[in-house]
T-cell receptor
Framework: DGGITQSPKYLFRKEGQNVTLSCEQN?????MYWYRQDPGQGLRLIYY???????QKGDIAEGYSVSREKKESFPLTVTSAQKNPTAFYLC??????????FGPGTRLTVT | DQQVKQNSPSLSVQEGRISILNCDYT??????FLWYKKYPAEGPTFLIS?????DKNEDGRFTVFLNKSAKHLSLHIVPSQPGDSAVYFC???????????FGKGTLLTVNP
């Protein structure tokens, strides 16, 4: 069963702590993306990676970091420098076409 | 500066009727457009797309129309079903990195 998995579904952290969100895909897609969604807002691009060992900043990369050591995995770290980390985080991947396919998302709450 | 705009936050239609969701864009470099459907606390699901070289694309009950001169596209759902109730996002691509720029979404409610 091919797809994108994100874990956990819900994540709670204290302010000042770094937290890493998992994204794994078994679709053999080269490109992967991280977005965040806030209430009443569209999705905004955080980071993306077109190929293993390479990634670029999106529109709102400040306070986030990523790695792409394996084709299947694109973890996102939300650092303590991110001013408003509470959000719904979505990972996506893309094959050779235009369409991106999304995982189920992780709801991060920082208090 | 919002480059993709969905000016209607919500839309309510009766089951069996047509739903029309609208989207406007400002960036003339956008050359590919997509519609996604999203349920609460889930990831968006790809619905239908259209290239800028076309003005219409149809897939079952879903049709997307593109008016390049007006920088406007619309998604038609006919007939609408209660299961279509969700938030619909319009998205656009305008560079070789295939980055998606999203609108804020329109909440569609289909009443039985």
């Amino acid at each position: 069963d091919g797809g994108i998995t994100q874990s956990p579904k819900y994540l709670f952290r204290k302010e000042g702590q770094n937290v890493t969100l998992s994204c794994e895909q078994n679709l053999n897609h080269d490109a992967m993306y991280w977005y965040r969604q806030d209430p009443g807002q569209g999705l905004r691009l955080i980071y993306y990676s077109q190929i293993v060992n390479d990634f670029q900043k999106g529109d709102i990369a400040e306070g986030y970091s990523v790695s792409r050591e394996k084709k299947e995995s694109f973890p996102l770290t939300v650092t303590s420098a991110q001013k408003n980390p509470t959000a719904f985080y979505l990972c996506a991947s893309r094959d050779t076409g235009y369409e991106q396919y999304f995982g189920p998302g992780t709801r991060l709450t920082v208090t | 500066d919002q480059q993709v705009k969905q000016n209607s936050p919500s839309l309510s239609v009766q089951e069996g009727r047509i739903s029309i969701l609208n989207c406007d864009y400002t960036n003339s470099m956008f050359d590919y457009f997509l519609w996604y459907k999203k349920y609460p606390a889930e990831g968006p699901t790809f619905l239908i797309s259209i290239s800028s070289i076309k003005d219409k694309n149809e897939d079952g009950r879903f049709t997307v129309f593109l008016n390049k001169s007006a920088k406007h596209l619309s998604l038609h759902i006919v007939p609408s079903q209660p299961g279509d109730s969700a938030v619909y996002f319009c998205a656009a691509i305008g560079d070789s990195n295939y980055k998606l720029t999203f609108g804020k979404g329109t909440l569609l409610t289909v009443n039985p």
